[in-house]
């Protein structure tokens, strides 16, 4: 009859030597293990890589986003200036004018209460206080002027600071005086 077929057994593996020469060992460990390995390290530097292109585009929408705001901010500069100028200006006007109807109210006080002998020679207002110099024909006149003043509540801490008789008779003085609630 017909030849039997006779089945071939071939192995491919091989038997493991119980002593293995080293480059033997070194290169089982090197199939076994070190494809993980050479796969851990080629994932470590591909998302290495992508990183680098994520925080490259970044750095370049930063450095963008950076140019506009400072065309932004050179623009506004301009408006900015100008504001700032206008404020100072009007914080002038307002220290000015703020103090005119106090500055009014005191002369028109001077003016309704100093004897017609009475010259002032200078009048100087303060942020605080007034100071003047006034002559006055004779004591009398400046007698009235000084209780006018006192008796006014418009004034406190009123100070005499010089008083002089001159060869003429005149008197010549300087007050200084600290003016009260300029609301008043």
């Known amino acids: ?9 071939i192995n491919l593996v091989v038997l493991k030597v119980k ?4 480059s033997a060992q070194f290169l089982t460990w090197a199939l076994t293990y070190g494809r993980y390995i050479i796969i851990i390290i080629q994932i470590v530097v591909l998302s290495v890589f992508f990183m680098r292109f994520r925080l490259d585009r970044d750095r370049t929408d930063l450095k963008e986003s950076v140019g506009q705001k400072e065309a932004l901010i050179e623009s506004i500069s ?6 700032r100028r206008v404020q100072k200006s009007l914080g002038d006007i307002k220290s000015v004018t703020g103090n005119y109807d106090y500055v009014l ?25 007034l100071r003047f110099t006034a002559v006055a024909d004779n004591l009398t006149s400046f007698n009235v002027l000084l209780k006018n003043i006192q008796d006014n509540k418009m004034f406190s801490e009123i100070q005499l600071e010089d008083l002089k008789r001159k060869a003429d008779g005149k008197v010549e003085f300087r007050v200084q005086a600290m003016l009260q609630d300029k609301k008043n």
Request: without cysteine; hydrophobic residues 30%.
């Open 78 to 83: 301009e408006v900015d200036a100008e504001v």
């Open 1 to 9: 009859m017909a030849q039997t077929k006779r089945k071939t057994d």
């Open 105 to 129: 109210k005191t002369v028109n006080f001077l003016e309704d209460n100093t004897p017609s002998d009475i010259s002032f020679t200078l009048l100087t207002f303060g942020k605080q206080g």
């Open 19 to 22: 002593e293995e020469s080293l």
